[in-house]
């Protein structure tokens, strides 16, 4: 069976949809938009588009290979394509949280966070290393369920589709039932935050149900801004540095670690792991907002030189 | 594929930034006082107390040392928003005076070379001795006392 590719039929509609915010912030007078940050955003969703007719072959064959050995032969029926729908959204989330957890594929992801704007152009910020990060191993068990390479590729590009929309500003709440199980751009925009409470929280991609059930839900609060970009943000619009600059972050804290457990954790801890426990980790982070929250601070005088 | 598959992408990426700058989206951000500077700390990093300050001629970076650690804020424009780096000891690998520039180098790829355009070649040679001696060399006292007595 062949099915259509959903991102390709998609591509007019992300370039008009993009269009309409631009228009419709502009006319908010919201500050959505700016130049050179669109323009790299875009131009990692064009390298990203790029890596991916360079790889997809490839990632097919190995999930063809894996699918041999399938445990139940699930074909092409009516059921098999809600089941993907919700075992494909299962492997994102897990995916999603890995690379949020670990550095090794946090260097892959942390491009699609590196803007400091939240809109359309954003959800284009798209990885251009996370296949050779080996990423796509999150769904070869799929395969080996039974479905249909095919089909999870398939599924793969609906969500892909599905969480395009979502990075606005534009759109404050769906209604409450559609926001008690769908991903929605107020639970994203808590996604894409630095703020100490939402960061490194819901992780879904079309279901908010699984950030539900795995307790990585947080709210977007009304009273509390989200601040997009990353913990440490980046100095540069240059497309190479964007998607690489973690990477590179990598292999210099390897090179400097004095032993193979540093070395483990600069690769497998978490972003921002310190050997001595001092990195700004997103756990860090909490708990230092946690202890601030208890303790009133007393600002001190600054001298302008 | 058909070669519209590659033609539409391109096409949409060149009419989507045209779009964006004629909708005035080409803009900067600005760091003009010391409130600013406190503002973007206090919101990102509120655990950094800022003790001696400096901001640049152009109004587009900002220097501040903390005085309870042994580490730096750089505010810096990026596009429109301000982008802050804390640096400690490690994250710097230079720190030069440039005429009226100091020019920070960071060991990290994501915001290696940091311009702040001081307008005042005395200040950016001190404020690069002190930040040398304050993250590269380590022999500064925290706070970025001897700073502001050099600077004054």
């Not at chain 1, 039974?146 to 590009?157: A, Q």
């Not at chain 1, 978490?270 to 426990?277: I, L, N, R, T, Y």
């Not at chain 2, 009419?15 to 006082?33: C, E, P, Q, T, Y």
Request: glycine share 8%; charged share 20%.
């Amino acid at each position: 069976m062949t099915l259509p590719d959903p991102v390709a039929l998609a591509v007019p509609a992300f370039i008009v949809l993009v269009i309409a915010e631009v228009v419709i912030a502009r006319l908010r007078n919201s500050a959505s938009y700016e130049l050179r940050d669109t323009t790299a955003s875009l131009l990692m969703g064009l390298g990203n588009f790029a890596q991916g007719l360079a790889t997809a072959g490839l990632l097919y064959l190995v999930t063809a290979w894996v699918w041999q050995f399938r445990l139940f032969d699930i074909g092409y029926t009516w059921w098999a394509f809600l089941a993907i729908f919700l075992a494909e959204d299962l492997c994102y989330y897990w995916f999603h949280r890995l690379s949020h957890e670990h550095r090794i594929w946090w260097a892959a992801h942390v491009n699609h966070h590196s803007s400091q704007h939240y809109n359309l152009s954003t959800a284009l910020r798209q990885t251009w290393t996370g296949n050779l990060a080996l990423t796509w191993v999150v769904w070869l068990p799929l395969a080996l369920i039974g479905f249909p390479p095919v089909l999870i590729i398939f599924e793969k590009g609906v969500s892909l589709i599905y969480q395009f929309w979502i990075h606005t500003e534009q759109v404050r709440r769906m209604p409450r039932w559609f926001e008690a199980v769908f991903n929605t751009p107020s639970h994203h925009r808590v996604h894409h935050a630095t703020n100490p409470r939402y960061l490194d929280r819901n992780y879904a991609g079309i279901l908010i149900i699984w950030d539900k059930l795995f307790g990585t839900f947080v709210p977007e609060d009304d009273a509390e801004a989200c601040r997009y970009g990353i913990v440490k943000n980046l100095g540069t619009f240059n497309p190479l540095r964007i998607a690489f600059h973690e990477w590179a972050g990598i292999v210099h804290d390897v090179r400097a670690a004095g032993n193979w457990r540093e070395r483990l954790g600069y690769v497998f801890g978490p972003p921002g792991w310190k050997p001595d426990g001092s990195g700004a980790t997103s756990e860090a982070i909490r708990a230092a907002w946690r202890a601030r929250a208890s303790t009133a601070g007393v600002p001190s005088p600054t001298r302008i030189l | 594929m058909s070669p519209l598959d590659l033609i539409l992408p391109v096409a949409g990426i060149a009419l989507i930034i045209l779009v964006v700058w004629l909708a005035g989206g080409l803009r900067s951000a600005s760091i003009d006082d010391a409130e600013t500077v406190r503002r973007h700390l206090a919101l990102d990093h509120p655990e950094f107390e800022p003790g001696d300050l400096r901001l640049a001629a152009d109004k587009r970076s900002a220097l501040a040392i903390d005085r309870g650690k042994r580490r730096i804020a750089v505010l810096f424009a990026l596009g429109d928003r301000v982008t802050i780096r804390i640096v400690v000891p490690g994250d710097l690998a230079g720190a030069a005076a440039h005429g009226g520039d100091l020019v920070l180098t960071l060991t990290d790829l994501g915001a290696h070379r940091i311009v702040l355009r001081l307008g005042d070649v005395v200040a950016a040679q001190v404020w690069a001795a002190q930040l040398d001696r304050l993250l590269i060399q380590g022999t500064e006292p925290q706070g970025g006392r001897s700073a502001a007595v050099l600077v004054a």
